[in-house]
């Protein structure tokens, strides 16, 4: 077992981490874990809005993305809000290792950087719940159903947004090698680029053609 109080593998090494206690599963556990949840969790609501009726393959896709997205928020995000001594763990608690090892790619998290906190604490108290609501909204076809998901991505794309220019203004070296740079900053990041924006275009055609069919019948009275 790993002993209290060892050097931490991070970036800068002067990082302060006092009881900083080293990870106790590797990476492939870590990682494996996440991913077989996430692919359990899609798979889920694939099948559940199977049984919806009259929904199309395109919102049953979104489903699967908020689900996923929502989870992710709520408790990966939100352990790391909440849990600001996850680096001093001394048992293997999953949320913990998935932190540590994350933080390989960006040390600011276990920095406790001012800027992640704030802009996690935003992602996984406001948006995670939203994203809930919006499966919940595009099951039923609730009219705010697009103008939730515009909402949503909006934030996301602005949070992205923080994350990465903050890094750039403060030097961009939080990584421990190019390898967690690309894997974990860049490569696990981008899906919350591309997605979000996908998706604002989709419901900024949808606004807008519901739009103009109001404006076309208010013409016609």
């Known amino acids: 077992m790993a002993s209290q109080g ?10 302060k981490l006092p009881g900083f206690v080293p990870l106790f599963l590797s990476q492939s556990e ?5 991913g077989i949840s996430s692919v359990l969790v899609v798979v889920f609501m694939w099948i559940f809005s199977g049984f919806v009726p009259k929904l199309s393959k395109t919102d049953r896709v979104l489903m699967c993305w908020w689900i996923f997205t929502g989870l992710t928020h709520m408790v990966l995000e939100g352990y790391f809000v909440f849990t600001p001594d996850f680096y001093q763990k001394t048992s293997p608690v999953y949320l913990a290792e998935v932190w540590k090892e994350y933080s390989k790619g960006d040390s600011r998290y276990v920095g406790r950087d001012a800027a992640v906190v704030s802009v996690e604490g935003v992602t996984a108290v406001i948006e995670g719940p939203a994203c809930l609501l919006a499966v919940y909204a595009i099951a039923t076809k609730k009219a705010y159903r697009h103008v939730l998901q515009l909402s949503i991505c909006l934030g996301q794309l602005y949070g992205t947004a923080i994350y990465f220019i903050t890094a750039l203004l403060e030097g961009d070296n939080f990584s421990t090698s190019p390898f967690y740079y690309y894997a974990y900053y860049v490569f696990a990041n ?3 680029v591309w997605i979000p924006s996908l998706i604002v275009i989709h419901c900024w055609k949808k606004i807008c053609a519901a739009v103009r069919v109001h404006e076309q019948k208010t013409k016609t009275r």
């Open 6 to 15: 060892e050097a931490h593998p991070y970036v800068p090494h002067d990082l």
């Open 30 to 34: 870590i990682v494996g874990v996440y």
């Open 190 to 192: 981008h899906f919350w």
